[in-house]
């Protein structure tokens, strides 16, 4: 056989699709929700980050209104010409929500990490990163070329220790997920604000699954622990809770010219469609106006966890509206992802490099779409396919 420079791949996903871990594209008809058309099957979808329920219906038409008058694409980066009224307008508004003085908007959250961790840091310097951060923390840290410590999962003492043996390094920043996305659990940020104080590190804090779902304004997990005057640099998402697209990073007015200045992202990157700001606003408002969405969803997420506990299913550390079910070796979270959709339900299967060996998981993630009978559906669900695994085993 002729030699091609396919060949290579070809065996590499040969390896990956034995191991259990190739992944396979679906494609959904229709709009987002807690039911989708998915591969043309109707399915209850538990698979969406969309946590208010607001990416289809609710946002639709404030975008749509923006079409009008204010067309589709911007045409250029922020620094040029694409920086338009909408977008000042929103940064405006998520420095007021996030009680910040100032705020940026990146194409995207994974942009915002990769923009703020390589402007701010670089080589000379330390980060320390938690061993479960976002895939987009740890580009930004491999990107900057600081040194880099990563501490166990949300472990203050390896902090502790990691800060301990960077003492000599120009700068120190500690970077953490606040709510962590496969787990659920959230990050101890009352230690790490004080051990970022005792040793002179910046904190970096990425809210993205928590920004409209926890604390009392919906703020995220900073707020929740009471610690927000302690975290320098917030990195959210403008594309889970608030149903739009974009990211955005959220701080002092220094920061923000800081990062202007130098968030390569921000610079080289064109700037989101004015409506899809626009949508941003309009979520930001329906976040302030309507607790009772969070609360609902919090709440659910709450029972399910309980439910599934007394079955004894394992849902870990969670404690919000991300409820991982862990299941241990990739090939039986496939399983068990296959067997909820033979039933009508959609669960993704996680698998490593998302999570670590050996700890393969559904995840599980509530919106304020689902209703109480939802939920019990997929608890049923969830108990039939556990006796039939017992079964098995046995
Ligand atoms: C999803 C996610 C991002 C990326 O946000 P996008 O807007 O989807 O690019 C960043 N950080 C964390 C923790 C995330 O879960």
């Known amino acids: 056989m002729a030699w091609t420079p396919w060949d290579w791949i070809e065996k590499e996903l040969a390896k990956w699709e034995h191991r259990g871990l190739r992944r396979h594209r679906s494609t959904r008809t229709g709009p987002q929700g807690a039911v989708i058309n998915w591969n043309g099957q109707r399915l209850l979808n538990f698979g969406s980050n969309d946590y208010l329920d607001l990416a289809a219906r609710t946002l639709s038409p404030h975008v749509q209104q923006m079409l009008g008058p204010g067309g589709w694409g911007s045409g250029a980066s922020p620094l040029v010409t694409g920086r338009g009224e909408w977008h000042a307008r929103l940064e405006r508004r998520l420095a007021e929500f996030e009680g910040v003085e100032s705020a940026l908007l990146f194409p995207s959250g994974y942009a915002a990490n990769i923009g703020a961790i390589t402007a701010l840091a670089g080589p000379g ?16 840290c491999r990107l900057s070329g600081a040194d880099i410590r990563v501490y166990r999962h949300a472990d203050p003492s390896d902090l502790e220790q990691g800060l301990l043996e960077n003492s000599g390094a120009r700068r120190r920043f500690i970077v ?57 640099v917030r990195v959210g998402t403008l594309s889970k ?94 399983e068990w992802s296959q067997a909820l959709r033979d039933r009508g339900l959609h669960c993704p299967a996680i698998r490593p490099p998302s999570v670590p060996t050996g700890e393969s998981l559904l995840r599980i993630s509530l919106t ?27």
């Open 176 to 232: 953490s997920d606040t709510l962590f996305s496969m787990g659920g659990d959230v990050a101890p940020l009352g230690p790490i604000v004080e051990l970022a104080s005792r040793y002179q590190a910046m904190v970096l804090v990425d809210e993205a699954h928590a920004t409209g779902v926890l604390g009392e304004r919906g703020r995220g997990v900073s707020e929740l622990l009471g610690v927000e005057t302690g975290i320098d």
């Open 368 to 394: 304020a779409g689902h209703t109480d009978a939802d939920i019990d559906q997929l608890i049923q669900a969830l108990d039939d396919i556990r006796r039939r695994d017992a079964k098995a085993d046995a």
């Open 241 to 334: 809770a608030l149903g739009t697209i974009g990211g955005f990073v959220a701080g002092s007015r220094l920061l923000i010219e800081w990062l202007v200045n130098q968030a390569r992202p921000y610079i080289f990157s064109t700037a989101l469609p004015e409506a899809a700001a626009a949508a941003g606003i309009a979520a930001l408002d329906i976040v302030e106006q309507q607790p009772e969405r969070r609360q609902r969803l919090l709440h659910r997420a709450a029972r399910l966890r309980n439910e599934l506990n007394v079955r004894e299913l394992q849902t870990g550390a969670s404690r919000s509206q991300i409820v991982p079910l862990i299941l241990g070796e990739p090939g039986r979270a496939l």
């Open 125 to 140: 310097d330390a980060i320390l990163s938690d061993a479960l951060n976002h895939a987009s923390i740890i580009d930004g």
